[in-house]
Every structure is written in C-alpha cells, then in structure tokens.
C-alpha cells in the first residue's frame, strides 16, 4: 500500500523560510491530486495547497503569495515553499494523496522569535 513522508519542519523565526517535503511510497504521487493540510491546537483541519495532476494550484487566502506548491515527478515527492512565515503559521503540516486516500503522519512548523 503507499506511504508519504513528510519532512522539513522546525523552528523558525518570523519573516523565515521552510521549506516542506513529502515522498511518497508505493503509488505514482502525481496521477493524484496533491495537497497540504495543516492543523493548529484548538483549531479545525485547514487545506492550505494543492497541485493537480495537470500542474494547476490553488492556495488558501491565508497562504497566497507566501506559500508554493509543487510536484517533483522524476523524485515522486511534492514540496511546500513557505516564506515571510507569520507566528499565525505555526501548526503540524500533513500531506495527502486525494485520489489515494493516502495521508503522511505531519511535521511540526512553528514560527516564534
């Protein structure tokens, strides 16, 4: 069955960068709709990207700007750019294969001076 594994979080202070992975096992990640959720204590699931296998994005009004998603088919892995991060950012990152149900276990972000 197919895995993703997440990578790339950490401390960082505001107005930084990070830059998120997520390998995917056992599945083709691109014939699949890609999307980055992340989760706040306290707070409901929110979609912050997603890639279609056409390469089409779209990006929560959050993120825009700030955030870039993209799809690496020769690597099967799809990356989160995360830049002028914002403490409002910090949150645990999971990744999701739609078409495959498929989810990753999530990484910690926070953003604090």
């Known amino acids: 069955q197919g895995q993703l594994m997440e990578s790339g979080g950490g401390l960082v202070q505001p107005g930084g960068s990070l830059r998120l992975s997520c390998a995917a096992s056992?599945?083709?990640?691109?014939?699949?709709?890609g999307a980055w959720y992340r989760q706040a204590p306290g707070k409901e699931r929110e979609r912050v990207a997603a890639?279609?296998?056409?390469?089409?994005?779209n990006y929560a009004e959050s993120v825009k700007g700030r955030f870039t998603i993209s799809m690496n088919r020769a690597e099967n892995t799809m990356y989160l750019q995360m830049n002028s991060l914002e403490a409002e950012d910090t949150a645990v990152y999971l990744c999701s294969a739609v078409g495959f149900g498929v989810w990753g276990q999530g990484t910690q972000v926070n953003v604090s001076s």
């Open positions: 056992g599945f083709i990640f691109s014939s699949s709709t």
């Open positions: 890639i279609t296998p056409a390469g089409v994005t």
